[in-house]
């Protein structure tokens, strides 16, 4: 692993422990050179899964690209990255049961669904963007859901 500080590839790992329930590893690191110390993940990859758009084209499913939406409608919210590292890792499993591709729609649906029992204004930030509200109608009409 390469130090994000003095760029060396020399560093060892300090400590590892079970992340995400198991899912995941966490790894402390230090550099070699510089003794920076650092935390990476280790995840397994669900690689094969496709995401089918709304256009009808598929690109492979990327959880970088999902978790900075996430993370954009949690913008100064009460949201750690604990939490949004179980959520995206949860919904990932729920996903690559039995499946090869899945639709753009779900993985939104499933998100805002997420969302709206982790945060409710991060829910309202993401459907807000997911579902294109043309007017504050349709905007007062997912808040009056939100509030029942």
Avoid at 81 to 89: A, R, V
Wanted: net charge positive.
């Amino acid at each position: 692993m390469i130090c994000p500080k003095c760029k060396t590839p020399d560093t060892k790992v300090i400590d590892s422990r079970d992340s995400e329930q198991g899912k995941a590893i966490r790894r402390r690191r230090e550099c070699e050179k510089c003794e920076w110390r650092f935390t990476t993940f280790e995840r397994g990859e669900i690689s094969s899964l496709m995401v089918k758009k709304k256009d009808g084209t598929s690109e492979p499913y990327s959880r970088t690209k999902l978790e900075q939406g996430i993370w954009i409608a949690c913008g100064k919210r009460p949201v750690t990255q604990t939490q949004i590292d179980e959520m995206i890792s949860s919904l990932e499993e729920k996903w690559s049961v039995n499946k090869k591709t899945i639709s753009s729609q779900t993985i939104g649906n499933d998100v805002i669904e997420a969302l709206k029992k982790l945060d409710h204004i991060a829910y309202i930030r993401f459907a807000s963007v997911y579902r294109s509200f043309k007017d504050v109608d349709e905007f007062k009409k997912e808040l009056n859901k939100l509030l029942k």
